[in-house]
């Protein structure tokens, strides 16, 4: 093979491995459901339903899923998909100014990544515990149980049980997570690192590592599996459910409306929450996941099957557990609403309950625990990853040691993650997904939609679009993405910090250097957005440090020229200019000066012909560009 050839073939390769893509459009999609589909469907909405009434709480869940949920949808993962890039690197050409809503996405990704492993920790925990020759939650065990511990199969009166706690609770309490009863004490103390959780934890990272250890070209294969088992379990928790005695009871406390909640704003604004959180929109994952595709893959079509399986799933999994609970309040002959907790109550404390009392009950402990950890391993997936990207994107020489790279960013977020399995872990876990995280999130979306729709401009987004998919969106999506999903979001921002209390962990109070924690994560989530516009500004208008020669209020003409990619002509120059430097250097190797001016001479013009031929949009001139918005 020539010298020719073989820089050829290998500028070819690194054209098209150099990030990655899916091997098939399913692996988009499992991965997508991976991540939409997660924890939250499980123990959230099931929850929030019944304690928002009812069959009522699907209004506004619906509706608010037509009008912000699949349009944010579709317009993260198309944005992913016409850049070609994470997360981060993709404000750098579409709106330089924006590029701190890429940061803080990033930062956001890596706070709940540390503390959702330590979730699957606990998962692992129940697991493998399911194995033993009996429950170890169904009975007190002097080891980790008080005088207060009974099993509620017990003949115990009503006004009994107030005072004590179950079984199931005192083994979570106590047992699993050690819980200190008195709160967070001075700052640094939070008790003893609980040993088998921290073995959890690295053994849950581990996997992620083996797993994310080649990328998107590993993960992508995995999907197949960790995507559809979680719907194999409930489906066959499905049918158990729905024959077992007393499920009718659970499923009326579910489903029956009660349409007085729909005049509550706050009945609307968890809703929006909801919809929010399940489908991971403004994490930045989908944006990762979207810039594998191939460019013209039809991920129109790709968004709505994802928003309407999470929606499926989110009341497949409330049947699941509500007939479930409802049969084990029925053998226990108490009401519905004492087994029914939120949160993680309702995975490590109603639940197991439930599944004791069924036929086989270690069996179905067992792959309902699998179930729960394979679903936090997909949402770990996108969030881990989106940390990777922007890395990647950032540092493209780091690619050739991506499993270095990649075992020391594990290694990392193992030892960030420590502190959430002392005994003081769960309120440091709180104050993560409080402070860090559900707030921060809402803030970052406002600025996305801001951004996106009015900087760079819907109209230029929807010529995006209209390059990389072959149609114009219609108003639907217009009218969402400039009108109503940004004041529905801004709406939602401010109702929920009118109705801001300060938070607590049950009733246990923080104190005040703990909030202080928390508002320093907000700080470091959020201020990436202002610092970055306000930075990036000063600099092009003063000068200062030249950062920005060119408008940061603009794209750059390479974030343009992406439009032409659907065009195989055009989509090969860059290919042409990396041909071009790799035939000079193999010329300028020879040391033949005359050859060498003659052949650069040559194919700078054979490439300047085929830019001739790129005519720009009306309105702009190539180096200066700047859209007009909307």
């Known amino acids: 093979m020539s010298s020719t050839k073989k820089c050829k073939k290998d500028l070819e390769a690194e054209v098209e491995d150099e990030r990655g893509h899916w091997g098939s459009r399913v692996e988009f999609l499992l991965s997508c459901v991976g991540f939409s589909v997660g924890l939250g469907n499980v123990w959230r909405f099931p929850f929030l339903a019944y304690e928002n009434g009812g069959g009522a709480f699907l209004i506004p869940y619906v509706i608010l899923l037509v009008l912000v949920g699949k349009p944010m949808y579709f317009m993260e993962a198309a944005l992913g998909q016409f850049g070609q890039v994470g997360p981060l690197q993709v404000w750098t050409e579409m709106l330089p100014c924006g590029v701190g809503i890429g940061v803080s996405m990033v930062i956001i990704s890596v706070i709940v990544a540390i503390y959702y492993n330590v979730i699957m920790a606990y998962c692992l925990v129940y697991l493998f515990n ?14 980790w149980a008080d005088e207060k511990c009974f099993v509620r199969s017990e003949n115990i009166s009503l006004a009994e049980r107030k005072e004590r706690q179950t079984s199931e609770e005192q083994y979570w309490e106590r047992r699993v997570i050690d819980i200190t009863k008195s709160g967070l004490g001075e700052p640094g103390d939070l008790g003893e690192i609980k040993i088998e959780l921290a073995f959890f934890l690295l053994v849950s990272w581990l996997v992620v590592l083996l797993c994310l250890v080649k990328g998107v070209k590993s993960s992508g294969k995995v999907v197949y599996f960790t995507a559809t088992f979680p719907y194999l379990v409930l489906v066959v928790l499905l049918v158990l459910g729905l024959t077992l005695p007393g499920a009718g009871d659970g499923l009326y406390y579910l489903f029956v409306p009660k349409w007085e909640k729909l005049a509550s704003f706050t009945v609307w604004r968890r809703a929006a929450g909801q919809v929010f959180f399940s489908l991971g929109i403004s994490w930045g994952g989908i944006i990762m996941f979207g810039s594998y595709n191939k460019f013209t893959a039809r991920v129109h079509i790709d968004a709505h099957i ?50 004791s009392h069924l036929p086989a009950p270690h069996f179905w402990s067992v792959i309902f625990f699998l179930m729960l950890f394979l679903l936090g391993l997909d949402s770990e997936f996108a969030l881990f990853e989106t940390a990777m990207v922007a890395i990647f994107d950032t540092f493209p020489i780091l690619r050739k040691q991506k499993m270095a790279v990649t075992s020391t960013m594990c290694l990392v977020c193992y030892l960030l993650g420590l502190p959430c399995v002392t005994q003081s872990g769960q309120y440091v876990l709180d104050l993560m997904d409080t402070y860090g995280a559900s707030i921060s999130v809402m803030v970052i979306a406002v600025a996305e ?71 320093t994560l907000f700080a470091l989530a959020v201020l990436p ?75 700078t013009s054979s490439i300047r012909s085929y830019m001739g031929t790129m005519q720009p949009e009306p309105g702009f001139e190539f180096g200066n560009e700047c859209p007009n918005p909307i």
């Open 306 to 355: 994802v928003s309407l399986i999470d929606f499926l799933t989110s009341l497949l999994a409330s049947i699941v557990i509500f007939s479930t609970l409802g049969h084990s309040a029925q053998l226990l002959g108490v009401p519905v609403e004492t087994v029914a907790k939120g949160g993680q109550g309702l995975a490590f404390v109603a639940y197991p309950e439930a599944l």
């Open 529 to 603: 957005v202002p610092i970055w516009f306000l930075v990036s500004l000063t600099s092009h208008y003063t000068g200062w440090f030249n950062w920005f020669p060119n408008s940061p209020l603009c794209c750059k003409q390479s974030w343009l020229d992406r439009r032409d990619m659907a065009n195989p002509v055009t989509a090969n120059i860059s290919i042409l200019e990396r041909r071009a430097s790799c035939k000079l250097s193999k010329i300028s190797a020879l040391d033949n000066n005359s050859m060498k001016d003659m052949t650069s001479s040559t194919t």
């Open 130 to 143: 399911s194995f033993r020759t009996v429950l170890p939650w169904t009975v007190c065990d002097p080891e």
């Open 449 to 519: 939609m801001v951004a996106i729709m009015w900087g760079y401009g819907a109209n230029n987004f929807c010529k995006d679009l209209q390059s990389m998919l072959g149609f114009y969106p219609g108003l639907y999506f217009k009218v969402c993405w400039v009108i109503i999903s940004p004041l529905l979001l801004v709406v939602i921002l401010v109702a929920a910090i009118a109705d801001w209390t300060k938070p607590s962990y049950g009733s246990t109070p923080y104190p005040e250097w703990a909030h202080g924690v928390g508002w």
